[in-house]
Nanobody, 122 residues
Framework: QVQLVESGGGLVQAGGSLRLSCAAS????????MGWFRQAPGKERTFVAV????????YYADSVKGRFTVSRDNGKNTVFLQMNNLKPEDTAVYYC???????????????WGQGTQVTVSS
């Protein structure tokens, strides 16, 4: 398994931006598709975005399409989630995850980070 650590969360006003990072250790991220999920208080964990192992394919939840961008730097073993035009409904704990292929299902991912809190004030 690969160990994942998210960072970059915080408190931001609506309309603002944050950039989340997901750093890996233990093994290279190169073979893995990397997903981002989020979980708001009292709600289930939901899919946000995913990027293929090469970075050539990405897929987004409709709720973030056009505002969030997922990218990766395999040389630095890091994945990023750039979040622009943030809305209060984006408030959640954000998790990165590593898996063998592109999927919107959390069960398809093998390794998870501990999460980073994003809070968007209105």
């Amino acid at each position: 398994q690969v160990q994942l650590v998210e960072s970059g969360g915080g408190l931001v006003q609506a309309g603002g931006s944050l950039r989340l990072s997901c750093a890996a250790s233990g093994r290279t991220l190169r073979p893995f598709s990397m997903g981002w999920f989020r979980q708001a208080p009292g709600k289930e964990r939901t899919f946000v975005a995913v990027i293929s192992w090469s970075g050539g394919s990405t897929y987004y939840a409709d709720s973030v399409k056009g505002r969030f961008t997922v990218s990766r730097d395999n040389g630095k073993n890091t994945v990023f989630l750039q979040m622009n035009n943030l809305k209060p409904e984006d408030t959640a704990v954000y998790y990165c995850a590593a898996g063998p292929g592109i999927s919107v299902r959390s069960t398809a991912y093998e390794s998870w980070g501990q999460g980073t809190q994003v809070t968007v004030s209105s």
